[in-house]
């Protein structure tokens, strides 16, 4: 999917700057107390990390960025609970509302349709009987495709050419199992980019390397 969660080298944004080393990781009270009902909000829809990230790429701009990090992924966690009907539309600002002292309806609680969804085993790494398809050293182009559903492919790499340095182990594939529609698991490939090759002659020149799934890329030939 190509939205506002894929900034990734994209331009009007300026200068990335590295936080400090003493920053603290919630730096007021609610921000934890949003860390962990995203969390929870995940586990009680029944989601896994890859759906967590769809739900992410999925807000619009006031609720990814003018709300900030931990903002982001309250909305998100409600996101959620909205797909797997924990949650009613609208549920969350008629409650808001009447916190406030205001007496407006509460739509009623829906009947949860959670995915029918098991992992076939603890975290994300998988084994494959089958060898990588690309080899260390060699020279592959990421797809140039843009994915309507969730996706780990970054936009400013599509259709460019890099050089495989690690194959990584077999991983689940996000982009089937944000949707649950199976883990499909794939090979991961650290892949050398060159800054000019993707962003001009202009860029800071520099390496990236990007981790990137088998069915994410193809042969230069």
Do not use: C
Not at 8 to 21: E, I
Not at 193 to 209: M, N, Q
């Amino acid at each position: 999917m190509d939205g506002i969660a894929d900034m990734g080298g994209a331009p009007g944004w300026g200068t990335m700057h590295p936080p400090r080393q003493d920053e603290p990781v919630f730096a007021e009270p609610w921000e934890s107390r949003a860390f962990a009902l995203a969390i929870l909000s995940n586990r009680v829809s029944g989601g896994n990390l890859d759906s967590f990230r769809h739900a992410l790429e999925r807000l619009d701009r006031a609720h990814y960025i003018d709300d900030g990090y931990y903002g982001r992924w309250l909305n998100a966690g409600e996101l959620r609970l909205l797909d797997s009907a924990i949650l009613a539309p609208g549920a969350v600002d008629a409650r808001a509302r009447n916190l406030r002292g205001e007496h407006v309806e509460e739509p009623p609680i829906p009947e949860p349709a959670k995915p029918d969804y098991t992992p076939t085993a603890e975290g994300t790494l998988r084994f494959l009987g089958t060898a990588p398809a690309f080899a260390v050293g060699e020279r592959v182009r990421a797809k140039d495709m843009s994915p309507s559903g969730h996706t780990r492919l970054p936009r400013y790499v599509r259709g460019h050419v890099g050089v495989v340095d690690i194959i990584q182990p077999a991983g689940v594939l996000p982009d089937t199992n944000a949707h649950f529609l199976g883990e499909n698991p794939q090979y991961v490939y650290s892949v050398r980019f060159d800054s000019h090759d993707l962003w001009g002659t202009d860029a800071e020149p520099f390496e990236l390397t990007v981790e990137m799934f088998e069915s994410y890329l193809e042969t230069t030939s």
